[in-house]
């Protein structure tokens, strides 16, 4: 009479020479089998060992030191995606906005540094991340003949953190960014209203500089656009051009406005 005991091990004996039937039965199986539990299609020393988020942390930021922004970009998402509750994980979705950015690729350091921000609300290093975001934008920053949206979202960004974050190392770097912005926008109403002057569109040319002056006194385009104002009296006063020529009872008589009461 077979005691209980016997009949344990000999029944987890049939178990498992049945479980190893079945997995010697099919390469192709074993392969899939192993792979599934060691990420390697055969047992042996060389099968991939799943590597520490300390370590991994380590050589993703060792890659950034070296300039291999690419390669330090693949092992923070790698990081970020294989272990999201660790204490790794919200420097390497900051990192990973790093990443993107030192590669000159703006709108996914925007996206990983925007992702941050909401996961981390409350971070020590989110002033940091805005200003990123800011300089996203501001990177991407046209000459005066160009589109300025890219100029308009960074004064954006940049004053968002200074509102919000006022004693933040960053404020300050904030306000020098959007006096260059600023500045920008002005050389392009400056530039929009040397083209219409040129062309003898005078009513949209003081549009272009007035707007200038009131919007933008201290730039450095001020006195350029004071100069064909002047210019543009001169002419009314020799009878080149008529009055008329100035469209829209706003501007009138521009020059009743001084630069004084121009100042915000």
């Given at each position: 009479?077979?005691?209980?005991?016997?009949?344990?091990?000999?029944?987890?004996?049939?178990?498992?020479?049945?479980?190893?039937l079945a997995c010697l039965s099919g390469c192709a199986n074993t392969r899939n089998l192993w792979a599934r539990i060691w990420?390697?299609?055969?047992?042996?020393?060389?099968?991939?060992?799943?590597?520490?988020?300390?370590?991994?942390?380590?050589?993703?930021?060792?890659?950034?030191?070296?300039?291999?922004?690419?390669?330090?970009?693949?092992?923070?998402?790698?990081?970020?995606?294989?272990?999201?509750?660790?204490?790794?994980?919200?420097?390497?979705?900051?990192?990973?906005?790093?990443?993107?950015?030192?590669?000159?690729?703006?709108?996914?350091?925007?996206?990983?540094?925007?992702?941050?921000?909401?996961?981390?609300?409350?971070?020590?290093?989110?002033?940091?991340?805005?200003?990123?975001?800011?300089?996203?934008?501001?990177?991407?920053?046209?000459?005066?003949?160009?589109?300025?949206?890219?100029?308009?979202?960074?004064?954006?960004?940049?004053?968002?953190?200074?509102?919000?974050?006022?004693?933040?190392?960053?404020?300050?770097?904030?306000?020098?960014?959007?006096?260059?912005?600023?500045?920008?926008?002005?050389?392009?109403?400056?530039?929009?209203?040397?083209?219409?002057?040129?062309?003898?569109?005078?009513?949209?040319?003081?549009?272009?500089?007035?707007?200038?002056?009131?919007?933008?006194?201290?730039?450095?385009?001020?006195?350029?656009?004071?100069?064909?104002?002047?210019?543009?009296?001169?002419?009314?006063?020799?009878?080149?051009?008529?009055?008329?020529?100035?469209?829209?009872?706003?501007?009138?008589?521009?020059?009743?406005?001084?630069?004084?009461?121009?100042?915000?």
């Open positions: 009479m077979i005691k209980t005991a016997d009949f344990h091990r000999i029944l987890m004996g049939t178990i498992l020479s049945l479980f190893l990420g390697s299609e055969t047992p042996g020393s060389d099968y991939a060992v799943i590597e520490a988020d300390s370590e991994l942390a380590a050589r993703a930021q060792e890659r950034l030191s070296a300039d291999d922004y690419a390669g330090a970009a693949e092992l923070f998402q790698q990081l970020k995606d294989q272990y999201p509750q660790s204490p790794y994980a919200a420097m390497a979705e900051l990192r990973l906005g790093d990443s993107y950015y030192l590669n000159s690729k703006y709108e996914e350091a925007y996206g990983a540094y925007d992702s941050f921000i909401s996961r981390h609300p409350l971070h020590e290093n989110v002033p940091y991340a805005i200003y990123q975001k800011g300089m996203c934008w501001y990177q991407r920053m046209n000459g005066i003949d160009r589109d300025q949206t890219p100029t308009v979202s960074a004064i954006t960004e940049f004053t968002f953190l200074v509102e919000v974050y006022p004693d933040s190392p960053y404020a300050n770097m904030a306000h020098a960014r959007v006096a260059e912005a600023r500045n920008s926008l002005a050389g392009h109403e400056y530039y929009v209203g040397e083209y219409y002057f040129k062309r003898k569109d005078y009513a949209a040319a003081m549009r272009r500089f007035m707007g200038l002056i009131k919007a933008y006194p201290d730039s450095g385009y001020h006195p350029r656009a004071y100069t064909y104002i002047a210019q543009y009296r001169e002419m009314l006063d020799s009878g080149e051009i008529e009055e008329g020529n100035l469209r829209g009872s706003e501007y009138d008589n521009p020059f009743s406005v001084t630069e004084s009461s121009m100042r915000y």
